[in-house]
């Protein structure tokens, strides 16, 4: 009986050990489970934040051009625009101001579809600028004598404006300041049909 008693404390302390080891054993299990789903967590952000980066720098305007003057004049043909045969001026300027043209031609599509519909048809603007001091005007738009003019006019303000001053350079840091949503624009639109646009023509499709 005395040493059944003595016993007694080896017991527990020997019981206490294994349920401290299988405390120890659950809580590595549990760590090294949260250690995972941190990494996988992190990889993940990782990713979607490289193809964020990616696809902002596949939509900044400023850059070499992207397509050619040659190519630039079949678009246009292809569209019947009342500048068709003008796509060397349009690339040229975009050289001049380290605008790629693809981008121009893109907001050209989407404003008056290369000139052939809205007030573009008398204002020969490639964007659709609203009328500043200096300019000739048409019902609260710049008007130009030329389309060569209303090219050069949009880059200037592109590269001056919204790249030089304000920082601009992506199309969707751009298109919420040059068309927004208070003048009754459709922003999340603009940007997906340039975007679309840009990469049609890169592709060497002529029809968006």
Do not use: C
Not at 28 to 36: E, F, G, R, V
Not at 119 to 136: D, E, F, H, K, Q
Not at 142 to 153: A, I, K, L, Q, S
């Amino acid at each position: 009986m005395v040493r059944s008693r003595r016993s007694q404390p080896g017991k527990r302390r020997s019981r206490f050990r294994k349920l401290r080891l299988q405390l120890q054993s659950r809580f590595t299990k549990l760590l090294l489970a949260i250690s995972a789903l941190f990494a996988v967590l992190l990889i993940a952000w990782l990713i979607k934040d490289y193809l964020r980066a990616e696809e902002a720098q596949r939509y900044t305007v400023v850059g070499e051009p992207s397509i050619s003057a040659e190519f630039i004049n079949q678009v246009l043909d292809k569209y019947h625009s009342p500048a068709a045969g003008k796509g060397q001026a349009l690339y040229d300027d975009g050289v001049k101001y380290g605008i790629d043209p693809v981008f121009a031609l893109a907001f050209f599509m989407h404003e008056s579809r290369f000139g052939t519909t809205g007030v573009a048809t008398v204002t020969r603007s490639l964007g659709n600028i609203r009328a500043t001091p200096g300019y000739a005007r048409y019902q609260g738009y710049r008007r130009y004598h030329r389309w060569e003019d209303g090219f050069e006019d949009w880059y200037r303000l592109i590269a001056k404006l919204y790249v030089a001053q304000w920082g601009l350079s992506t199309v969707d840091q751009i298109v919420p300041v040059y068309a927004p949503g208070s003048d009754n624009n459709d922003v999340e639109a603009y940007i997906a049909a340039v975007k679309q646009a840009v990469d049609t023509w890169r592709s060497g499709s002529l029809e968006v």
